[in-house]
């Protein structure tokens, strides 16, 4: 185990979580409504901001370009004034280098405001190949000059500015279709994006550029068309709820035969979760203030699922239902479709005792870019096999979140080293558990 007693939660598991916990904005989205703030001279307000690490590490790029930021924890509201944006010291921005893979969509709006822009390393989650070709091909695309032979970061300009462009993603990728949208904007005509990725998290930012005066239409067929505007303003929104953490709690519900009702949870977005929650043996109940997720008792049932972008089953709802899984009486199957790398997760679990197998093959009948590429991308789970308490290091953050749920459904004791990365994801999750009876410290 690392030396740092802060970073290690020391779990007594085997205890049924009982009680009611608040989620707020996404994580997902957050962050990048944070930085479509970026395009526009003036004040943004967003609300129903979690008070998470990412929101933080945003923040202080930001206020490296000389952008006033006001984050209220307390209340969830950030306060963002970007009235005069300046380019920011690369030694600066190198010391954030490694937190966050969100630099790379500071591009377009750099770009717009100041003529240029410079992008460090990039961090982010050991969870798979996450490349940036996308992203820089979109701003090549779209009239901009990429340099990367930079020995810090990548050097991007756009001497005669950027220009609307027709834009095609061989996948969906959620972040390339954010950097199209925030650097199409402003861009002197009008883009077509097709083959682009849909999640709410996205259709929010639309949402948001949209009341700062973006013209951005959404066809059927994952087409969006953007025309170009010559200037933009500040925004007041309420971001939608993160999805994630909510479903990430109706697992830890599941597999410790707990009952939770998730305050601020929606129905729309998690459409696709609760069927296969429900498939599996949960109950669930929707009111106007939240879902409330609960183990009827009785067995799990085993389901096979298959990970996809939006509408499908989402690639981070996956990990922990994995663990409620191992409870499951049966053989489950997931097809991991997104990520590559998803389910290293899996070998603490068969530590503590559960039976899981992974796979090269597609284990499932959705088109699959890791088929025949030796990545072990599909996993069969048998159940059902007690937990045992063990020590687990964090490898990521929805596997540590992961990791988490399975020391809570555990016998004996566990401690869970690298909880730090589960806060760049989960506000307040020591908070949440204590509200909700867990045993640690």
Known sequence: MAENPNDVLHVEGGKPLNGTIKVRGAKNFVSKAMVAALLAPGKSVLKNVPEIRDVHVVSDLLRLHGVSVDVDGADGVVTIDASHVQLADVADVDTLSGSSRIPILFSGPLVHRLGEAFIPALGGCAIGGRPIDFHLETLRKLGATVDKEHEDGIHITAPDGLHGAKIHLPYPSVGATEQTLLAAV?????????????????MDLVAVLQKMGAIISVDVDRTFRIEGVKELKGFTHTSLTDRIEAASWAAAALATHGDIFVKGATQPEMMTFLNVFRKVGGEFDVTDKGIRFWHPGGDLKPVAIETDVHPGFMTDWQQPLVVALTQANGLSIVHETVYE?????????????????????????????????????????????????????VPDLRGGFSHLI????????????????????YADFRGKLAALGADFD
């Open 186 to 202: 402003l861009a002197e005509g009008k883009t077509e994006l097709s083959g682009a990725a849909i999640e709410p998290e996205i």
């Open 406 to 425: 399975a020391a809570l459904a555990a016998k004996g004791p566990s401690n869970v080293q690298g909880i730090s990365l589960i806060d760049r994801g």
């Open 341 to 393: 790398n998803r389910f290293g997760f899996t070998k603490p679990l068969v530590q503590m005792g559960a039976t899981i197998q992974l796979y090269r093959e597609c284990l499932g009948s959705l088109p699959c870019r890791f088929q025949q590429r030796n990545y072990k991308h599909s996993a069969v789970i048998f159940g059902p096999t007690p937990l045992t308490g063990r020590d687990i290091d």
